[in-house]
C-alpha cells in the first residue's frame, strides 16, 4: 500500500488566499484525522472522521476552517481566509480502528 | 482530565549508549499507548503500542516499551542508541473506543558520535 497520501507538500499563500489541503486515506481504513503540528502548540487534533462522517470537530480552531470527507478515498481541509497564524504542517493520519493511526509525510503551510 | 506528559524536552545521549525517554499519563480508563517517531520533514511513524497483556512490548528498530499501572508510565526504551535513532518521540494515549486521542508534547533526541 501507498500509505497515506498527502498534497501539497508544500504551501506557500497570501493571507486572505483560500487553502485547500487533500488526503487520501489507506485503502480500507474507516477513520480519518486531521492534525496541526507548531512548535508553540505541538501536535493539535483539528477533526476526525468516521466512515466518511465528521465525528468530533472541536479541535478546529475557528469558522475559517472545514473539513470534508465526500467519500472514503478522499477528504479536504480548507483555510478560508488564511491568516499568518495558521502556518504550520498539517498531517492527515487513517486508521483501520481508531487507536492505530498511520500518518502522512503532512503540508508545511507558510501564509505570508 | 485525560493528558498524556513527556517532562523531558530534549535528551542528548553518545551512540551506543543506551536510551530511556519518559512518558506519564492521565487517563481515566484502560489507556491504549503508543509510541510515535518523526524524523526531520517526515510524518509520525508508529513504533510500538500496548493494549492489554505482556507490559513490556517489543517494537521496530529495537525499542522496547514498558506499561507501569501503579505509576501511570509507559516509558521507552533501547539499549544500544544508533545515531539514525535522532529525532522527535511522541507517546499518545487513546481508548478503545472511539473518542479523543491525546499526544503528549514530544521529546527531542540528539545523538552525538
Known amino acids: 500500500d501507498a500509505g497515506v497520501i498527502q498534497s501539497p507538500r508544500h504551501e506557500v499563500t497570501e493571507m486572505g488566499q483560500e487553502v485547500t489541503l487533500r488526503c487520501k486515506p489507506i485503502?480500507?481504513?474507516?477513520?480519518l484525522f486531521w492534525y496541526r503540528q507548531t512548535m508553540m502548540r505541538g501536535l493539535e487534533l483539528l477533526i476526525y472522521?468516521?466512515?466518511?462522517?465528521?465525528?468530533?470537530d472541536s479541535g478546529m480552531p475557528e469558522d475559517r476552517f472545514s473539513a470534508k470527507m465526500p467519500n472514503a478515498s478522499f477528504s479536504t481541509l480548507k483555510i478560508q481566509p488564511s491568516e499568518p497564524r495558521d502556518s504550520a504542517v498539517y498531517f492527515c493520519?487513517?486508521?483501520?480502528?481508531?487507536?492505530?493511526?498511520?500518518f502522512g509525510p503532512g503540508t508545511r503551510l507558510t501564509v505570508l | 482530565a485525560q493528558s498524556v506528559t513527556q517532562p523531558d524536552i530534549h535528551i542528548t545521549v553518545s551512540e551506543g549508549a543506551s536510551l530511556e525517554l519518559r512518558c506519564n499519563y492521565s487517563?481515566?480508563?484502560?489507556?491504549?499507548l503508543f509510541w510515535y517517531v518523526q524524523s526531520p520533514g517526515q510524518g509520525l511513524q508508529l513504533l510500538l503500542k500496548?493494549?492489554?497483556?505482556?507490559?513490556l512490548v517489543q517494537g521496530i528498530k529495537g525499542f522496547e516499551a514498558e506499561f507501569k499501572r501503579s505509576q501511570s508510565s509507559f516509558n521507552l526504551r533501547k539499549p544500544s542508541v544508533h545515531w539514525s535513532d535522532a529525532a522527535e518521540y511522541f507517546c499518545?494515549?487513546?481508548?478503545?473506543?472511539?473518542?479523543?486521542?491525546?499526544f503528549g508534547t514530544g521529546t527531542s533526541l540528539t545523538v552525538i558520535p
Open positions: 493520519a487513517s486508521s483501520l480502528w481508531f487507536n492505530e493511526q498511520f
Open positions: 485503502s480500507g481504513h474507516d477513520y
Open positions: 472522521f468516521n466512515n466518511n462522517v465528521p465525528i468530533d
Open positions: 487517563y481515566g480508563a484502560t489507556p491504549y
Open positions: 500496548y493494549f492489554s497483556g505482556d507490559t
Open positions: 499518545a494515549v487513546g481508548p478503545n473506543t472511539g473518542n479523543q486521542f491525546y
